[in-house]
């Protein structure tokens, strides 16, 4: 005999024999769910791969991209949010776990801050982080100067070997505003 049950994790609608059914291994409609369906589950596989020993907190278990990763309710989360899971509680959607450490394998609750994506820009800019970017703090505020003296946004924009375009938009605050 078969019965259908739904998924304490997903809620998706499952249909085993009878005997499994009594022997409580249907109670989930995969591994993922069945090994990742609460935080007391996702705190002891986060604590087994969570290296403690020192201000940030590193990693022995899956990486993705740099970052820790592991499973909760089904799907890949990284350490980080994990970490906020367990010790800070619910991310909301439209929030980011960031790092103030930047140190992207740390999982250190207490260095970690709620963010919307252009936080971490801003975060990212003001660190001096920026993968593509040319300037910095210091060199938008050495720009502004030379656009103070009057110096021409050519000039300026050869010796920073950036547009002048660039130039125009540091001038009418487009871009570099918290500077």
Known sequence: MKRTFNCLICNKEKTVRESKKRSGTSKYCSTYCC???????LKFIFNKKA?????????????????????????SIQAHRASWLIYKGEI?????????????ICSNPEHLFLGTPADN???????????????????????????????MGKIIAK?????????SDIKLNKTWRHI
């Open 35 to 41: 090994y990742s369906f609460s935080i007391e589950k």
């Open 92 to 104: 909301p959607e439209d929030k980011w776990v960031l790092h103030k450490c930047d140190n992207g």
């Open 121 to 151: 820009v801003i975060d990212m800019v003001k660190k001096d982080r920026s993968p593509l970017s040319i300037l910095n703090h210091e060199k938008v505020i050495a720009i502004r100067n030379m656009i103070n003296c009057g110096v």
């Open 159 to 167: 010796q920073f070997n950036i547009s002048p375009h660039t130039v």
């Open 51 to 75: 290296i403690k020993n020192n201000e940030c907190w590193g990693w022995i278990g899956s990486l993705l991209s740099g970052r820790g990763q592991l499973y909760y309710k089904g799907k």
